[in-house]
């Protein structure tokens, strides 16, 4: 069993700036729990806005707090980001993220995310190793 505070992963360094900087992500669940996907807890400040592709994960996103929008940049398709919202994004869907407000989110990736990846220059994160 594994259970983990908030408050107490900020402490221990399990905090991080992600998409350039501009996201605070708090990783909850990695790779080396063995759980088989990852838990991050991820807010995106008012007025950010990051094109993003996750070309070796399919992640899951379920908005807890705030308002924003998602664009599928193959068909420009918008959609409303609010509490209750979930949207999933796989290897080969390109998108925008834009947060009208600060955006509270659990995104939870599959693979799993290792812990110290950063995005690239696409918007995404290097496979896990041995994938």
């Known amino acids: 069993m594994i259970v983990r505070r908030l408050d107490d992963l900020r402490q221990t360094g399990a905090a991080a700036k992600v998409a350039h900087g501009t ?29 993003l592709q996750y070309k070796n994960h399919v992640e899951a996103n379920l908005v807890l707090e705030g308002e924003g929008t998602v664009e599928d940049l193959a068909t420009g398709e918008v959609h409303t980001l609010a509490p209750g919202t979930l949207y999933v994004v796989y290897p080969t869907d390109r998108h925008v993220v834009r947060a009208i407000t600060d955006v509270r989110i659990i995104s939870i990736f599959n693979p799993p995310l290792v812990g110290g990846e950063t995005h690239d220059a696409d918007g995404g994160y290097p496979a896990a190793p041995g994938d």
Not at 28 to 34: H, R, T, V
């Open 23 to 51: 996201v605070d992500v708090v990783r909850y669940l990695l790779a080396a729990d063995g759980a088989g996907f990852s838990v991050s807890d991820v807010v995106a400040p008012a007025g950010s806005e990051n094109t």
